[in-house]
């Protein structure tokens, strides 16, 4: 698409919103931080911030804030804004809570000054209770829109939903779907039943989508069609959000979700099999892509105020492809040169398409090795965890199986015309040019960033090489091992007279092949 006319130059994203002030909730959440550290970093002369926040136990609503603002993810905007913290003022409550339970000082403080909503809070947890997720994502942006509504200049509401949400159809266009059942309708029916005639019910209600999170999203947009179309609304629907590209820090990440999981359980030598197709396409977004997206769009709402919602997607498959084929090599040679320091196996796993091999696997490659590991725990006194840990690997497999056995398609107009609409100076400050990302390189910096961000390790350089000891160490253990397993197989088949005359005959030929075709000794050798 052409590029703005130097006739008709917009305003650049920073100058836009100068002075705005920004209500966000799902500020604790991975892209919610970021969109905060983000905003106070590189626009300068934001006004300001309402953060909603929930105290957790013993600890306030302010206190999880302070600690957020002091995390190493906002290392370089506590650099470059030294004053950052002075544009942030929480305001307690919770989006189940009716008004998002905030004090009346504290709505009477947002509806006189905040300009624009952020709302990313929501549950995504897969497995969650069909009414918990209601009560989240559906009742809780209900309760942030009554709170919009109070607001006295509202000039942007900007809802994050997930590009997901239509993953039942063909493909995903950028319109909000009218779902099977209104969401209201179904949160009304729950509200009789008791827990497990809703849990029975729910995969009826489902309706081909693979979890509760996902279809809530969708009544939830549904929901907003219906009863907020008067308000400045854009959905934003990214898919898997990983590990930062560029910024703050290469290969920042913290949340186990998608590929992060997955490398991480990998690298320790967890994960020896899993369901996955290797030739499917893996559609994931960096966090500062992902972040400045969702900028960008508000941006784009103050400047041009549209007269209908706009929904846009955040995706990368129909822009610059990757798939599994190309990532786990990457990731397997990034653990080779830089291992975690402490692995339970040297680092491989097995894909597979057909869910009967994996389970077959599962069997012997993890849930036998993972008794016999914590029976022998038992016995040293000390506490079993293997088990644990592997069921947690496994109901993390079945609940990304969905995503990693199926293709997705979204249309990216939006994406597209939102792109060619910003300066090159803000392409580069506010970058999520998807053609941008070096999939090599990211998933490299991806291996880096769990050792460094997620496992807290050292990476030094006589760490790693240490690491790297450790790792051959266990390449050598497993190939002692399975030579071993080789002998005995074989000493006991000799045994058999007929085996050992299948045997003789197989490297009489093979030793035949190998005189007759020179290129196949060179291949062996090799």
Known sequence: MASS?????????????????????????FLGKAVVEKLLRSVPDLGHLYVLARGKRDVTAQERIDKLLSEKLFERCREEQPDCRSKVTVVAGDIVDPCLGLS????ELV???????????????FTEHIKETLRSNLQGTQHVVEVARKMKNLKAFIHVSTAYVNSHKEETNECVYKPEIPGQQLMDMLEWMDEDWSRDLTPKLLYGRPNTYILTKGLTEQWLVENASDLPIAIYRPSIISATMDEPFEGWCESLNGPIGLILSVGKGLLRTTLMDPNIGVDVIPLDLCTNMLIAILWRALLQKPSRLMVYHGCTSGVNPTNYKTLIPVVFEGLRETPYDVIFARPWARLHVSPPMYYIERVFFHLIPAYAYDTVMRLMGQKPRLVRIYKAIHANTEQYAYFQMNEFKWQMDNYYSLLSMMSPEDRQTFNFDMMS?????????SVIGTKKFILKEDLSKESVEKARKQYSTMRLRRITWNFCL???????LSRFKWIRSWWMNMMAIIQLSLQTFPILARIFLF
């Open 5 to 29: 006319s130097a006739d008709d130059i917009l305003p650049g994203i920073a100058e836009t919103l100068a002075g705005a002030h920004v209500f966000i909730t799902g500020a604790t959440g």
């Open 104 to 107: 009346e000082s504290d709505i």
């Open 111 to 125: 509806a006189e000054n905040a300009t624009v909503v952020i709302h990313s809070a929501a549950t995504i947890r």
């Open 437 to 445: 990302i070096n999939w090599k390189k990211y998933w490299r910096d």
């Open 486 to 492: 080789a002998l005995a197989a074989s000493r006991f």
